[in-house]
């Protein structure tokens, strides 16, 4: 009998096609000629044992971790919860590295973060010089704007607008003293 979504043996048991349950073959291929020495050849057998086991692996890991988390009453499974399974499922010579990977992996992450930081500190401070010099450039010529960008530079904060008035009006008198 079908139903308006289906059929109705489909939505009784949620059926998983073969290419949802498995790594991408391309991807553990990949990996597995890495370890391999260069004349080293690969079977399509072999690549195929490989994705079912890792796939295998990988969700026996994942649902331990899961049901970790079920029973705490988190819907975020972390990589702690991971390594919580690997030493209860009796991996821990892999859980070692792991934790060692997971710890470098989290500080290269606060360090790029840093970065990103800092270039959008950057950015926010040039466009707001930017706005400066353009609020106070449609007054001045193309000359004296420029000098305005030269200056702008040396200021830290928005309150600073009325001495940089000051500093370009002098520099402006100053160059027009000295033709």
Do not use: W
């Not at 705490?72 to 070692?96: H, P, Q, V, W």
């Not at 309150?159 to 027009?176: A, G, Q, V």
């Amino acid at each position: 009998m079908k139903t308006k979504g289906g059929n109705k043996e489909e939505e009784e048991f949620h059926i998983i096609r073969e290419q949802d349950r498995y790594l991408p073959i391309a991807n553990v291929s990949r990996i597995m000629r890495r370890a391999l020495p260069s004349y080293g050849k690969l079977s399509k057998e072999a690549s195929e044992c490989m994705q079912e086991c890792v796939s295998e692996f990988i969700s026996f890991i994942t649902s331990q971790s899961a049901e970790k988390c079920s029973i705490e009453r988190r819907k975020t499974l972390n990589g702690e919860d991971i390594l919580y399974s690997m030493y209860t499922l009796g991996f821990e010579n892999y859980a070692e590295a792991l934790k060692i990977y997971l710890a470098k992996y989290r500080e290269f992450e606060q360090e790029e973060s840093e970065i990103r930081r800092q270039k959008y500190l950057i950015r926010k401070e040039q466009k707001r010089r930017e706005r400066l010099v353009r609020k106070m450039g449609s007054n001045l010529s193309h000359q004296d704007t420029a000098g305005m960008e030269t200056l702008s530079y040396d200021l830290s904060d928005e309150d600073n607008d009325y001495e940089f008035t000051s500093k370009i009006s002098d520099d402006k008198s100053e160059r027009d003293s000295n033709i």
